[in-house]
């Protein structure tokens, strides 16, 4: 199997993210035994007490659940709360709002340079939320933020920096013309492209039945990876705000998809 490669991602990466992982991979609907599991993540970690230590970490913060039997080995679950912890990428809805009620929210913030520290770790934030950046300290969205900058108003002051805005216009701008400057479309579209036409030929060679079991598994960790890579800077805009060559959506299908296909195949 050629070995996987992408210029965000490394093995390091994968190392730090294996627990988040293994929720992800949970909540696409897969349930796991303790020896599938064990084949699947335990590569993802140093030693096998290491693999065992982050299990019974995400069970004993009530994210996953073993249900054990007499006969049969126990079955790996998520739990509701684990759910709220994955990626809306990997949820079983789709994660695009079908309807948008025209209304944009502006985040705006002046951080001293003496609070650099503070000031990259709230970009940083603000990039987990998905909004775009309109310009170096002018951030946009089109899902309501209201209850996020609530979070950050009560536990990091941050209205002392910063203002919330509401607007229907910005700028003046046609709402396509807001979405075609705040995103990195270009690389964003590389990275769509990217994923879906190297698994789509590894689906392919799986489904020839060339792969033996613990390569399957390997090419699953793999592809949840890649998957989650190539979306974690995807906005999820309301569809009514798509660029015409979007291809988000088409990457989420394939992903469900080839999840299915090759757990088939264990």
Request: glycine share 4%; net charge positive.
């Amino acid at each position: 199997m050629t070995s996987f490669h992408h210029p965000d991602f490394s093995a390091t990466v994968l190392r730090r993210r294996a627990s988040e992982q293994l929720l992800d991979l949970l909540v696409g609907g897969l349930e796991m035994s303790t020896e599938g599991a064990q084949l699947m993540w335990r590569t993802c970690y140093r030693s096998d007490a290491a693999y065992y230590s982050a299990m019974r970490r995400l069970e004993k913060k009530g994210l996953i659940l073993r249900r054990r039997t007499k006969q049969l080995p126990a079955v790996i679950q998520l739990t509701r709360t684990g759910a709220l912890r994955t990626s809306e990428v990997c949820r079983r809805t789709e994660p695009w709002p079908r309807k948008w009620n025209g209304i944009w929210y502006l985040f705006g913030y002046d951080v001293p340079e003496s609070d650099r520290h503070y000031r990259d770790a709230l970009r940083t934030f603000l990039k987990r939320l998905r909004m775009g950046c309109l310009q170096r300290s002018l951030w946009v969205s089109a899902k309501d933020i209201r209850p996020d900058y609530d979070d950050l108003r009560k536990t990091i002051r941050v209205d002392l920096h910063s203002f919330l805005f509401e607007a229907k216009t910005v700028l003046g701008r046609p709402d396509h013309d807001v979405v075609r400057l705040a995103w990195n479309w270009s690389r964003l579209d590389r990275a769509h492209r990217w994923y879906l036409s190297t698994y789509q030929a590894k689906l392919t060679k799986a489904q020839s039945g060339s792969l033996k079991e613990e390569a399957l598994c390997n090419l699953l960790r793999e592809e949840m990876t890649a998957f989650v890579t190539v979306m974690q800077e995807d906005p999820l805009l309301p569809r009514p705000l798509w660029p015409s060559a979007y291809e988000g959506e088409k990457v989420w299908r394939f992903h469900r998809a080839f999840s299915n296909a090759v757990s088939t195949l264990l």
